[in-house]
């Protein structure tokens, strides 16, 4: 079985800071992507950025240069690091992983975690 586990959601002020840390474990052959999303009440889920196996990332216009992500393969652990943080930016933050998982591709979420960014 796959598994995400995520953390590092919680309250801030505007302008601060937090890491998200998304782990992946179970039986994972080969990570093909990791992707953030997030959510806010009443909103779509959207696209966040996303880190590609072999290191390449994209992010969404809100991210450009505020957000980083990154991975740990020996962990198969993805990162967000958030500065610059705005109110605009609370939402439930999710982790997506696609894989080849016992030789076959799969899809899988984390339960996601929660961002307030307020004073």
């Known amino acids: 079985q796959v598994q995400l586990v995520e953390s590092g959601g919680g309250l801030v002020q505007p302008g601060g800071s937090l890491r998200l840390s998304c782990a992946a474990s179970g039986s994972i052959f080969s990570i093909i992507d990791m992707r953030w999303y997030r959510q806010a009440p009443g909103k779509e889920r959207e696209l966040v950025a996303t880190?590609?196996?072999?290191?390449?990332?994209e992010y969404a216009d809100l991210a450009k240069g505020r957000f980083t992500i990154s991975k740990d393969n020996a962990k198969n652990t993805a990162y967000l690091q958030m500065n610059s943080l705005k109110p605009e930016d609370t939402a439930v933050y999710y982790c997506?992983?696609?894989?080849?998982?016992?030789?076959?591709?799969?899809?899988?979420w984390g339960q996601g975690t929660q961002v307030t960014v307020s004073s």
């Open positions: 880190i590609i196996s072999g290191g390449t990332t």
């Open positions: 997506n992983v696609r894989a080849t998982v016992s030789g076959r591709f799969g899809s899988y």
